[in-house]
C-alpha cells in the first residue's frame, strides 16, 4: 500500500447558509468561489474575481428535469436572488469539502462529482462546483471544494417552495458519513493505505484508546502501539475557520481576530502533540527497561536454578556414597533401611531384634532363692530336676547348721550383737521341744 503525503490525513465535510443577513448575495459567493465575473442584477453591481488563482475546475451540475437556463451560473443565481424577497432570506447553503491530497486531480474530480451527483442533485438540488488547488500551512497540497447549493424545489421551469427537510441535521450527518465512506473507496482503489473518519474528534479518540487497551489485553504490542500514536494525534482542539475575508487580510499582513484566535488553537494543539509525543517515548522506553530486566531476572533465576539442582545432585551422591559404606550390626541395619528410603525402594527389611532376645538370662545366687520357692510351693529347674523333700532337707540342715553355730558363739563369748537372733533361735528351739 503507498502512503500519502500527509501521513495520516484529516477529511471534513462542513456546511453553513449563504443568506442576506450575512450582509453577502448569492451572486457575490458564486463569483468569488468561482474565480469568474458575474452582474448582480438586483443590487446593480458587478463581482470581478477573475484575478483569484487556485481554482481549477468549476462546472453546474443541475436535475435532468432542470431547465437549461439554470445551467448558466449568472442566470441561476440572479434568478435566485429575484425569487427571495426578505431582508434576511436564505440565498445558498454552500458546503466545503476537502479532497484527499494522495489522490491525483482526475481521481478527485471522479469522486467530488459521483457524491455531488448521488446526495445532492438526485435530492432536487442545483450544484455550483468549484476546485480549489491551495497551499497547507505544512507545505503539502491541499485540495478542496466549494458547492453552492440552491434551497427550493424545481416547479416546471422555475423554483417553488424551500424544502426545510433539505436543513436537518441528521441529513448532514448522513452527507459526512456518505463522503467519508466514497473517499475511503477511492482511496483504496487508487492503492492507499490512509481513510478519513467522519466522526468528531472526541469520539475517534475515545475509540481508539479502546483498540489500544485491547491490543495490549490480546499482547499484541505492535498494533497496540498504532493505536497510542493514533491517540497522540487525535489529541487536539478543533481549529476555527478564518473565513475568507479575514484570510485575506491576514496574506496582506493584517492580523485579525479570527486570525489570533486560529494561531492560538494551533499553537494549544503543538504542545498537546509534543507533550504526547513525549510521553509516548518515556512509556516505549520504560516498556524496553522492563523487558531487559526481566531478561536478566529469568537468565539469573536459570543459573540460580542450574547451581541448586548441581549441589542436590552432590548432596544425593555423597549420601549415597555413605549408605553404601559397610557398617556392623544393627547399624548396618539401619543404614540398609536408610538407603532404601534415599532410593524411594521398597525393600524388605529384616526385623532388628534386641540384643537380649532369645538368650537365657541367669540371675545372681541367691541364698534364700530355695527356701522362698519351697515356702511359696516353687519349683525350679537349674539342670537337673529336685523334689519338693529334697529342698526341705537342705533347709533343715542349714538351720541345723544355723544353730550349732549359734550354740559355738554363745560357748566362746563372742562379741556380737545377736540378741535379736538369739531370741529368734530360742523361739525355734522351743518348737522344736515342743514337736
Not at 475557520?241 to 479575514?246: C, L, R, T, V
Not at 556392623?328 to 540398609?336: I, L, S
Amino acid at each position: 500500500m503507498k502512503k500519502g503525503v500527509s501521513g495520516v490525513a484529516v477529511y471534513h465535510l462542513s456546511a453553513k447558509v449563504i443568506s442576506r443577513a450575512g450582509g453577502r448575495s448569492s451572486v457575490a459567493a458564486a463569483a468569488y468561489r468561482t474565480a469568474g465575473r458575474l452582474r448582480d442584477d438586483r443590487q446593480g453591481v458587478e463581482h470581478d474575481y477573475t484575478r483569484k488563482s487556485g481554482v481549477v475546475h468549476t462546472e453546474v451540475m443541475a436535475p435532468a428535469n432542470a431547465p437549461d437556463w439554470m445551467r448558466d451560473r449568472d442566470q441561476l443565481w440572479n434568478a435566485i436572488e429575484v425569487v427571495e424577497k426578505r431582508r434576511d432570506a436564505q440565498l445558498a447553503r454552500e458546503i466545503e469539502v476537502a479532497l484527499p491530497r494522495e489522490l491525483d486531480r482526475r481521481e478527485r474530480l471522479e469522486l467530488l462529482r459521483g457524491f455531488v451527483q448521488r446526495e445532492l442533485v438526485d435530492r432536487g438540488m442545483i450544484a455550483d462546483v468549484a476546485v480549489h488547488e491551495a497551499r497547507a500551512r505544512d507545505g503539502q497540497g491541499q485540495p478542496h471544494a466549494h458547492v453552492l447549493l440552491t434551497m427550493r424545489e424545481l416547479t416546471g421551469g422555475g423554483f417553488g417552495k424551500k424544502d426545510r427537510s433539505w436543513n436537518a441535521p441528521d441529513l448532514l450527518m448522513g452527507w459526512r458519513e456518505a463522503w467519508a465512506r466514497d473517499a475511503n473507496t477511492a482511496l483504496e482503489r487508487a492503492g492507499w493505505s490512509e481513510r478519513i473518519d467522519h466522526r468528531c474528534l472526541d469520539v475517534q479518540r475515545a475509540e481508539a484508546e479502546q483498540q489500544v487497551e485491547r491490543a495490549r489485553g490480546g499482547g499484541h504490542d505492535e498494533l497496540a502501539l498504532e493505536h497510542e500514536k493514533k491517540v497522540v494525534e487525535l489529541s487536539r482542539e478543533p481549529e476555527p475557520k478564518i473565513g475568507p475575508s479575514a484570510n485575506a487580510q491576514e496574506k496582506r499582513g493584517i492580523q485579525t481576530e479570527r486570525g489570533e484566535a486560529f494561531r492560538a488553537a494551533q499553537a494549544r494543539n503543538a504542545q498537546r502533540q509534543e507533550l504526547g509525543w513525549r510521553q509516548l517515548e518515556l512509556r516505549l522506553e520504560l516498556m524496553e527497561r522492563g523487558r531487559a530486566f526481566i531478561a536478566t531476572a529469568r537468565e539469573r533465576l536459570d543459573q540460580l536454578w542450574g547451581r541448586t539442582e548441581a549441589a542436590m545432585s552432590r548432596i544425593k551422591e555423597r549420601a549415597m556414597g555413605e549408605v553404601e559404606r559397610p557398617q556392623a550390626g544393627a547399624e548396618r541395619d539401619d543404614m540398609v533401611a536408610r538407603r532404601a528410603a534415599v532410593l524411594g525402594r521398597d525393600v524388605d527389611r529384616p526385623e532388628v531384634q534386641a540384643r537380649d532376645v532369645g538368650r537365657e538370662r541367669v540371675a545372681p545366687d541367691d541364698p534364700d532363692r530355695d527356701r522362698r520357692d519351697a515356702i511359696l510351693g516353687r519349683v525350679r529347674d537349674i539342670g537337673q530336676r529336685r523334689d519338693a523333700a529334697a529342698v526341705e532337707r537342705d533347709i533343715a540342715t542349714r538351720d541345723g547348721e544355723y544353730r550349732d553355730q549359734v550354740r559355738r558363739d554363745d560357748i566362746l563369748g563372742r562379741g556380737r550383737n545377736n540378741a535379736p537372733e538369739r531370741g529368734q533361735g530360742r523361739d525355734r528351739d522351743d518348737q522344736d521341744r515342743s514337736r
